[in-house]
T-cell receptor
Framework: GESVGLHLPTLSVQEGDNSIINCAYS??????FIWYKQESGKGPQFIID?????DKRQGQRVTVLLNKTVKHLSLQIAATQPGDSAVYFC?????????FGTGTSLTVIP | GAGVSQTPSNKVTEKGKYVELRCDPISGHTALYWYRQSLGQGPEFLIYFQGTGAADDSGLPNDRFFAVRPEGSVSTLKIQRTERGDSAVYLCASSLLGSNEQFFGPGTRLTVL
């Protein structure tokens, strides 16, 4: 499979602070990059995607940044809430295949 | 509306047995994916259906694994001669054709004793 890695397997943030989750990738042929959130016992949930020819995309309380020069992707969550506690995966899309990283576990401290 | 459902939610079987895992996608979703997720890992792509046909089955680990989607809706993942290493959560996802927004089911936890 393709290599999609994540920096730091765990991340703890104070409620109300901003969170930044990072991801490195190795394949330059990716069409899209996608962030998913997975809560315990559930399937992953789509958060946001970014096309590979873009640098930044914003959603509701989330921003994804793509740096193709260093093959780095980040997800920024503004004003982190307890409900944001979950495992976050970055994934890259190549054709019809999606390659997921190993995940970062985000814990929000009340 | 109803999301993606998977049955059974848990399946315990013995090594060497045959198992079938079922996925009911969201109505109208042409694309359907199967993934396998081991503990502490991200989902691993297995197979992709576009309508009734398996458009990409390159992720299936070996010929013990097979999946069908005969009417372009419900899909069944079939595993023959199960091995202990097959133990994992099997996830199904569906989406509109070409969309990155996959809707995942809750998964089937398969345990091979």
């Amino acid at each position: 499979g393709e290599s999609v890695g994540l920096h730091l397997p765990t991340l703890s943030v104070q409620e109300g602070d901003n969170s930044i989750i990072n991801c490195a990738y190795s394949n330059s042929a990716s069409d899209y990059f996608i962030w998913y959130k997975q809560e315990s016992g559930k399937g992953p949930q789509f958060i946001i995607d970014i096309r590979s020819n873009m640098d930044k995309r914003q959603g509701q309380r989330v921003t994804v940044l793509l740096n193709k020069t260093v093959k780095h992707l980040s997800l920024q969550i503004a004003a982190t809430q307890p409900g944001d506690s979950a495992v976050y995966f970055c994934a890259e899309r190549i054709g019809n295949q999606f390659y997921f990283g190993t995940g970062t576990s985000l814990t929000v401290i009340p | 509306g109803a999301g993606v459902s998977q049955t059974p939610s848990n399946k315990v079987t013995e090594k060497g047995k045959y198992v079938e895992l079922r996925c009911d996608p969201i109505s109208g979703h042409t694309a359907l994916y199967w993934y396998r997720q081991s503990l502490g890992q991200g989902p691993e792509f297995l197979i992709y259906f576009q309508g009734t046909g398996a458009a990409d089955d390159s992720g299936l680990p070996n010929d013990r694994f097979f999946a069908v989607r005969p009417e372009g809706s419900v899909s069944t993942l079939k595993i023959q001669r199960t091995e202990r290493g097959d133990s994992a959560v099997y996830l199904c996802a569906s989406s509109l054709l070409g969309s990155n927004e996959q809707f995942f089911g809750p998964g089937t936890r398969l345990t091979v004793l």
